[in-house]
């Protein structure tokens, strides 16, 4: 009972980890700033929905393959998102910056 | 025993190791065998390879990760939080900027180990890698302020050297 909820509670943050990542892909300015929308996806929403499903299997075989799956995303993640950042700078692709004179925009 | 026989051998355990936790098979004597097999035969692959070394077996680094991956975890899970409160914002306060940090690490692995530790928080990403020298993308100055205070760089050279 007390897993089902823990479980379930990881898996809801983590989809709302992965959806912010989706509208930061979309609401961002630039290619680069993009990329760091992407990076929420790919970190705590893919964490939280494998540590979830973790919780959800217990002290099994199935947690220590989600655990590898954990380790496989920390290391291939950062390395293709370096691929792609820097294939595009060296494309000439510049980064979008706050236009001049310009202060950074604030809630409120 | 030669460092090249202690890494042949920690490379095994690990491959012996890997090959048990994935399959569960842990009673029958055939696909036991079968797996001891395949171990050894990736064994002699990569040797032949000339990937047995310091950096592809990272006996030194793997005792260390205890400290260093919480650390980095817990730095993505605040980054994270960061980044999303800002993408759900309504006026998303941005300010992306991009600059250079050196890496202080002496080999390849370390820096390769720090690189993805930048890329991996979200709101920084490293974007090119010259030399020692790391051109750094972050989604706002807040971000490189926090890689340019080097907290990163210092924890992954005591991890890497």
Known sequence: MITDVLSGICLIAGAF??????IGLIRLPD???????????DTLGAWLILLGLMIAAGFTL????????????????????????RSAWEHGRKPWMLPEGEDVPTDG | MSRAVKHSIALFVFLAVAW?????????????????????GVLLLVRRMRLVDAEGVPLKILPKLVVYA?????EVVKANVDVARRILSPRMPISPCLFEVKASQSDDLGRVIYANSITLTPGTIS??????????????KEAADGVEEAEMDRRVTGLAG
């Open chain 1, 17 to 22: 980890f992965a959806l912010t990542g989706g």
């Open chain 1, 31 to 41: 290619f680069f700033t993009r990329m760091h929308g992407a990076a929420l996806t």
């Open chain 1, 62 to 85: 199935v947690t220590v393959k989600l655990i590898m799956i954990g380790l496989l995303l920390a290391l291939t993640s950062p390395t293709a998102t370096h691929a792609l950042a």
């Open chain 2, 20 to 40: 048990l936790l994935w399959s569960g098979f842990w009673d029958n004597p055939l696909l036991l065998s079968l797996g001891a097999v395949s171990c050894l």
């Open chain 2, 70 to 74: 919480p650390w980095l975890i817990w």
């Open chain 2, 127 to 140: 974007v090119h890698v010259e030399g020692d020298v790391i051109l750094v993308h972050a989604l706002t």
